[in-house]
C-alpha cells in the first residue's frame, strides 16, 4: 500500500513561492495518479491539482491555474507543487492523495491514499 509523507509548508509573504514535496513509498510512481488538495478552516477540501501516472498529464483548478505547476520525480517517487505568486487566500491545509494510475480527477473520493497534511500560510 502506498505512503504518503509530505513536506514543504510554511508561512510565506504575498506573492512569495513554496515548494511543496509528496514522497511516497510502498509502491512505483507508475502505480498511480497524485492529486493535490486544499482545506481552509470552514470550508469544503478543495482539489487544486492532479498529474496521471499514465501520460504524465496533468489538470489543474481555476484558482491556481498558471501558478501552481505540478511535476513528478519518477525516479525518486516524488511529487511537487511548485507554488506561486501565493495570496493570502491560498491560506490552508495541503493534502497530496494517491489515486488509481489512469485517469485525472480534482474528486476527493477519486483517491485511496492520502498524506498527512501541511499548513501554508500567507500574510505579510
Known amino acids: 500500500q502506498v505512503q504518503l509523507v509530505e513536506s514543504g509548508g510554511g508561512l510565506v509573504q504575498p506573492g512569495g513561492s513554496l515548494t511543496r514535496s509528496c514522497a511516497a513509498s510502498g509502491g512505483t510512481s507508475n502505480d498511480y495518479s497524485i492529486g493535490w488538495f486544499r482545506q481552509a478552516p470552514g470550508k469544503e477540501r478543495e482539489g487544486i491539482a492532479c498529474i496521471s501516472s499514465h501520460d504524465g498529464a496533468t489538470y489543474y483548478a481555476p484558482s491556481v491555474r498558471g501558478r501552481f505547476p505540478l511535476s513528478r520525480d519518477y525516479a525518486k517517487t516524488t511529487a511537487r507543487l511548485q507554488m506561486d505568486g501565493l495570496k493570502p487566500e491560498d491560506t490552508a491545509a495541503y493534502f497530496c492523495?494517491?489515486?488509481?494510475?489512469?485517469?485525472?480527477?480534482?474528486?476527493?473520493?477519486?483517491?485511496?491514499?492520502w498524506g498527512q497534511g501541511i499548513q501554508v500560510s500567507v500574510s505579510s
Open positions: 492523495a494517491a489515486g488509481p494510475p489512469m485517469g485525472l480527477s480534482l474528486r476527493p473520493n477519486f483517491y485511496t491514499n
